[in-house]
């Protein structure tokens, strides 16, 4: 499996992604061409190498231009469409999008992202996200970033992204609504429940357009997972930052098992609470979020019974388990730590039998099927109703699988 972790040290913009993808080798005619699609106004697009603290990277340069200041080694868009390129609402954008000669694949997920930029702007200006302007992020030079950047990871063959916590500047940023404390109101409603990493660089690092790529299309975020490293690529944003060099570093790797993933174990020892509080916090945790919930009996201190409270969840689910397990039970302090996870691909299928139809999970080593396991609820219900053992509606469904 391909995958990508975006090291966001310096934060994330549109064109530190978009220059980050043609350093790890896009074609960046390949990507022009596919641009070309969404017949915007007339732009070019150009990719320069930098150098940022000595760091070589790629800077991508997108520009609103007129038919006769195309360049000779920038890509030029016919004038098709007839969008005005200010104040764009989130109609206008989509109608581009549905216009457009793109695969319905890269106008889905870039919709997406769209979306959650008009959200949050929305919910910053009290109005709804079919009303609101989206100003900044309505131009030309932002559609190309986040299309762009769609088109460029499907070009990658990129199946999964991970990402780091998210670094953030301070101070205050000159834009349509006047002065703005950065992170922008529009950046921080984009990053809730995204790790982030506050710095004292009186720049604005992330982007709402940053923030909103990396939130939509990212799988977890934290240390980089567990993989066979294959290309490096960095993209260059515009300032020149005295502190770090202003980079994204996407790297790009296959995944050394496709079948193993990261996740926390969540544990706390309780011996002073009812049993019925105890099921009543399992059900939460499974609502919110939890792999798995579960019990272990054991003896604490002056040897008296309690139970062992685990849970195993993702990383963006921790601080919901730790708060449901600090307010809805009696301790005083939890433990956390991260885990490797091996488990098999998985699909549902459905065996007929003389009783009715069972669901039945298949699992899968390595795309080696090795297991069929009837679902115990179907096979429940068929005993009840037909008055038989449950096992032997366990035997007949996979009696039937294995001769299918």
Same mark, same amino acid.
């Given at each position: 499996?391909?995958?990508?972790?975006?090291?966001?040290?310096?934060?994330?913009? %549109?064109?530190?992604?978009? %220059?980050?993808?043609?350093? #790890?080798?896009?074609?960046?005619?390949?990507?022009?061409?596919?641009?070309?699609?969404?017949?915007?106004?007339?732009?070019?697009?150009?990719?320069?190498?930098?150098?940022?603290?000595?760091?070589?990277?790629?800077?991508? $340069?997108?520009?609103?231009?007129?038919?006769?200041?195309?360049?000779?080694?920038?890509?030029?868009?016919?004038?098709?469409?007839?969008?005005?390129?200010?104040?764009?609402?989130? /109609?206008?954008?989509?109608?581009? *999008?549905?216009?457009?000669?793109?695969?319905?694949?890269?106008?889905?997920?870039?919709?997406?992202?769209?979306?959650? #930029?008009?959200?949050?702007?929305?919910?910053?200006?009290?109005?709804?996200?079919?009303?609101?302007?989206?100003?900044? $992020?309505?131009?030309?030079?932002?559609?190309?970033?986040?299309?762009?950047?769609?088109?460029?990871?499907?070009?990658?063959?990129?199946?999964?992204?991970?990402? /780091?916590?998210?670094?953030?500047? @301070?101070?205050?940023? @000159?834009?349509?609504?006047?002065?703005?404390?950065?992170?922008?109101?529009?950046?921080?409603?984009?990053?809730?429940?995204?790790?982030?990493?506050?710095?004292?660089?009186?720049?604005?690092?992330?982007?709402?357009?940053?923030?909103?790529?990396?939130?939509?299309?990212?799988?977890?975020?934290?240390?980089?997972?567990?993989?066979?490293?294959?290309?490096?690529?960095?993209?260059?944003? @515009?300032?020149?930052?005295?502190?770090?060099?202003?980079?994204?570093?996407?790297? *790009?790797?296959?995944?050394?098992?496709?079948?193993?993933?990261?996740?926390?174990?969540?544990?706390?020892?309780?011996?002073?609470?009812?049993?019925?509080?105890?099921?009543? $916090?399992? !059900?939460?945790?499974?609502? @919110?979020?939890?792999?798995?919930?579960?019990?272990?009996?054991?003896?604490?201190?002056?040897?008296?019974?309690?139970?062992?409270?685990?849970?195993?969840?993702?990383?963006?689910?921790?601080?919901?388990?730790?708060?449901?397990?600090?307010?809805?039970?009696?301790?005083?302090?939890?433990?956390?730590?991260?885990?490797?996870?091996?488990?098999? /691909?998985?699909? #549902?299928?459905?065996?007929?039998?003389?009783?009715?139809?069972?669901?039945?999970?298949?699992?899968?080593?390595?795309?080696?099927?090795?297991?069929?396991?009837?679902?115990? !609820?179907?096979?429940?219900?068929?005993? $009840?109703?037909?008055?038989?053992?449950?096992?032997?509606?366990?035997?007949?469904?996979?009696?039937?699988?294995?001769?299918?």
């Amino acid at each position: 499996m391909t995958i990508a972790y975006f090291d966001c040290f310096s934060g994330i913009s %549109g064109d530190m992604i978009l %220059g980050a993808l043609v350093d #790890l080798g896009i074609e960046p005619g390949s990507l022009a061409n596919e641009l070309d699609k969404l017949n915007l106004d007339e732009f070019t697009i150009d990719f320069k190498k930098v150098t940022k603290h000595s760091i070589a990277a790629t800077h991508a $340069v997108v520009e609103e231009c007129n038919p006769d200041q195309k360049q000779h080694n920038n890509h030029h868009h016919d004038n098709t469409a007839n969008h005005s390129s200010h104040h764009r609402h989130l /109609s206008d954008i989509f109608a581009i *999008l549905d216009q457009s000669c793109l695969q319905a694949d890269i106008i889905h997920q870039s919709k997406q992202i769209f979306d959650k #930029l008009a959200e949050a702007e929305a919910k910053v200006h009290d109005t709804s996200k079919e009303q609101v302007h989206l100003h900044e $992020v309505s131009g030309v030079d932002s559609i190309v970033d986040i299309v762009g950047t769609v088109i460029g990871l499907k070009l990658l063959g990129i199946e999964k992204i991970y990402a /780091s916590p998210i670094s953030l500047g @301070t101070g205050f940023v @000159t834009c349509d609504h006047g002065k703005m404390p950065v992170p922008v109101p529009g950046t921080m409603e984009i990053l809730k429940d995204v790790p982030v990493r506050p710095t004292e660089i009186r720049k604005e690092l992330t982007t709402p357009t940053g923030a909103a790529v990396i939130s939509s299309l990212a799988e977890d975020f934290g240390p980089m997972p567990q993989m066979v490293i294959k290309q490096i690529g960095y993209g260059a944003g @515009t300032r020149d930052l005295t502190e770090v060099p202003n980079l994204l570093r996407i790297v *790009l790797g296959q995944k050394n098992n496709s079948d193993q993933d990261e996740v926390y174990i969540i544990e706390t020892n309780i011996d002073d609470n009812s049993p019925e509080i105890i099921g009543h $916090v399992m !059900e939460k945790l499974f609502k @919110t979020g939890a792999l798995d919930v579960f019990l272990t009996p054991i003896f604490m201190k002056k040897n008296r019974p309690g139970v062992k409270l685990s849970v195993i969840c993702n990383l963006h689910d921790c601080d919901d388990m730790v708060s449901i397990i600090l307010n809805e039970t009696t301790t005083f302090g939890i433990r956390r730590y991260k885990v490797n996870r091996d488990k098999l /691909s998985r699909d #549902l299928i459905e065996i007929e039998t003389k009783w009715g139809t069972i669901q039945a999970k298949r699992g899968f080593m390595k795309d080696k099927h090795i297991k069929t396991i009837p679902e115990f !609820e179907d096979c429940k219900k068929i005993a $009840v109703e037909n008055d038989i053992p449950i096992r032997e509606v366990y035997e007949t469904a996979i009696h039937i699988h294995q001769n299918s």
